[in-house]
């Protein structure tokens, strides 16, 4: 019937989405003190950093700082993002902590990569491959193709599956063309307009033209569908999805502010672990960071699992009553 | 692969369940406003009030008010609740306005029935065996098989599929000697303890021992998982549904302020209708309804596709571009 795999990875990237979005600015040690109570959760890949242009996400002017400070805890991958070879130089400097990789990254709308990337789609796709012989020339692996407005766009209206397949396909081609090695194929719901039956068949056709490709998904929870879409992507045999705690996060250019972000954390572990699919996360701990994330964020986050508590702590309540 | 039913059935309980854990007193004239507003969204069935002590639940003390004062809508069935003869005899004074069928309500779980319904399992079963002679004494049929705590409890803990199916079965054997004709099985995760896979075992397992009855799903979103939960039973073939607008309500006795409650009308219609499942309800006009509940309430409702908005607005917006 279905295809639950045993076991999920999550990327963790909460630190990186949050604060891109704060709107005071956030303390360089808040920062990493929320990262370092993240990597004690048991999760195995944390994005911690952005390094783009301080005039355009002024929240990350001190991604250097903030990838200098945290304390590198054995057995995570530590990420960071950039989009233009400033920034790559800036995360090669801390290529003892970070892991490096590229990523091929179009739209499968036209107009959100005309607003998100600043490019029509044709012209991303020329620009990528600009981005690509920089990475090669760095002596740096392109490995993550990445896929965003999969499944709707705020801007275009409804993506089509055939349009998902197309934006998936030219990224592949490029990696081919250029001799990537591509180890995931990322596919961003990054509006929040996915809905199960859509996730099943978008992944199914990517798995079918594709296949033996690992698949991660990166749903927004935009409009409470989010955790459903998780769960339809599992039913799939998705292993890899990123997620944020608390919720948090959201695309900055995507036009609903107040919204939730991505789909959060500790939703997706509580969904995953109730069904026996194991993540390798302390659910309370991760719990615990999300409430750090609130207190540093200085307001509530989207995530009902924060207010409603875990199961484990009614369980032990129970059996000890 | 799986069960999708064509058509939808959702019971609005928005009114009914939000009012009563209000912690201010809510003016008759919002209460019907909601209603009003409500019924003119599509919902086929709408909850209204709860007929019980002034003392245990302030929050209802003008039930007969707000029964007397909405305006019923061709099409729309008012339903309202009670826990006991008074409050039946309260609910048959407004036979014109209402539709009056009782319920058997067990607990699946021992520790829920002491809380909530005060009384052990076996003692539950005895009060319902009284309760149903005077429903039939008073000519109102019994009609609604309801079992509380299918999925897990926050006193007992993890509630096995075995101790659901038992819980039903209960219910069943005194309907079918009380000669209650059940017209449909209301399996509630009072206290949002569901996984997705536990819904489609339990729903399951209900479907094959009672082949042909109607199930409906009473879900709280108390950790998240509500609309994945949903999208569960969907594939289960469940076509009725409990939900409250805004994602108001949850249970007072369950212990975990703050936390959602019921999951969100809008959103279950988001889920539904995104995958051609016909649900007769304008989204739009929920959402506006979702709105006007928080200015009556006087805060913010937990569902995220309040704060999202409505596809159809950016499908709009990007059919006009």
Redesign the interface.
Known sequence: ?SDLPNRVRIAEEGPREGFQIATTPIPTADKIALIDALSRTGVSRLQVASFVSPKRVPGWADADAVVAGFTPRPGVIYHALWFNPQGLQRALAFKDRLSIHGSITVAASE?FSLKNLRRDRAGQIAAMRENIAEHQAAGVPVTRASVQAVF???????VTPAQAIAAVSDVMALAAETGCVIERISLADSM??A????IERVVGEVRSRWPGQAISLHLH????????N???GLRMGVAEFDAAVGGTGGCPFAG?P???GNI?TE?LV??CE???ISTGIDIDALIAAGHLAETILGRGL????L???S?NA??A???A?
Chains 1, 2 share one sequence.
């Open positions: 019937m107009a709707g766009c705020n801007f275009q209206g409804d929040g307009w809905n199960p039956g859509q929870d935009t409009r409470g569908l989010g955790i459903a998780a769960y339809a609903h107040g919204a939730p959060a939703e509580l969904l109730e069904m026996g989207p995530s009902a699992l207010r409603g508590g199961l009614f369980r309540k129970a059996r009553a």
